[in-house]
């Protein structure tokens, strides 16, 4: 078991004194047998009041309700985490889903039919071409092998480059720009996993990295469901599966569902942004 810290700390600031409308928080990482939550506070200024739900996704929803103007938003979550997930690579397939090509029961098609669609562009030639150049004619590959390789493709032949403006590229445009941040990977990896068959959903959440200088980040990456062993998560910007350092916060059809920080403000415009995360590994308790 790993612990550890996450510090999350969100700033607004705007020209003159705004009205906030309710703002949606999804900044608790999901809970269960790899992840234990051991303490976590929300400080958010102007004071608000919160509601938590659960969404669709069976996601942590807090929604901030604020009563006063302000010139600044200050949100600042802290969290300790317990992390059982160390060995991503301990799990067993399905024998009828070990190899690819292969069918969903009936019963998981109908729940999974969601997370089968291909984004709502139709993929074009560049992305088809793509996923084609994956597999040889008539080679025969085991159904994780070919997930692996999608990731480790990606991996490999485009540029890692971070983008703080929002949004998301298409496939496409990160085929052919040759760059992307890690949500353009993992919608890449999702749109060529669909192409393929699989059921695939995005991943919102946290990394811890010691090589760098902040040691943590929000971070994207995919999961893919594979009968016998659930959802398993490939992180195609490192190449390799979600595994320890990976805290999922938030997991959606689409990635431009589950933002850290949703919301809207009634005053004049020229709001500035600043974001900090700070994942730190603590000493594990006896």
């Not at 669609?117 to 996923?131: F, G, K, N």
Request: hydrophobic content about 40%; charged content about 20%; some cysteine.
């Amino acid at each position: 078991m790993q612990r550890y810290r996450i510090l999350h700390l969100t700033t607004y600031s705007f020209e003159a004194p705004v009205r906030l409308d309710a703002h949606a928080l999804r900044l608790r990482p999901r809970e269960g047998h790899e992840l234990r939550i051991e303490s976590s506070s929300l400080r958010i200024t102007p004071p608000a009041q919160l509601r938590w739900h659960r969404d669709a996704e069976d996601n942590s929803v807090a929604i901030a309700s604020f009563s006063e103007p302000t010139v600044q938003l200050l949100i600042e979550s802290e969290l300790v985490v317990q992390q059982y997930h160390q060995a991503p690579l301990d799990f067993l397939v399905d024998d009828e889903a070990l190899h690819f090509p292969f069918r969903y029961s009936d019963e998981d098609l109908l729940l999974l039919a969601p997370y089968r669609q291909r984004p709502r562009a139709s993929p074009a030639p560049l992305l088809t071409d793509w996923v084609a150049g994956l597999l040889q004619p008539g080679e025969r590959i085991e159904t994780y092998a070919l997930l692996e390789r999608i990731s480790a493709r990606i991996h490999a032949s485009l540029r890692y480059q971070r983008r703080e403006e929002p949004g998301v590229q298409t496939p496409e445009h990160t085929l052919g720009g040759g760059s992307g941040s890690c949500r353009d990977f993992a919608t890449l990896f999702l749109g060529a996993a669909r192409l393929l068959g699989f059921a695939a959903r995005f991943v919102s959440g946290y990394l811890h990295d010691p090589a760098a200088a902040a040691a943590g980040s929000t971070h994207a990456w995919a999961e893919v469901y594979l009968p016998g062993a659930g959802w398993k998560g490939f992180d195609p910007t490192i190449g390799a599966l979600a595994g320890p350092h990976h805290m999922a916060v938030a997991v959606a059809r689409e990635p431009e569902a589950v933002p850290p920080v949703a919301g809207a403000y009634v005053g004049p415009s020229g709001a500035t942004l600043s974001v900090g995360v700070w994942v730190t590994e603590l000493e594990a308790r006896p």
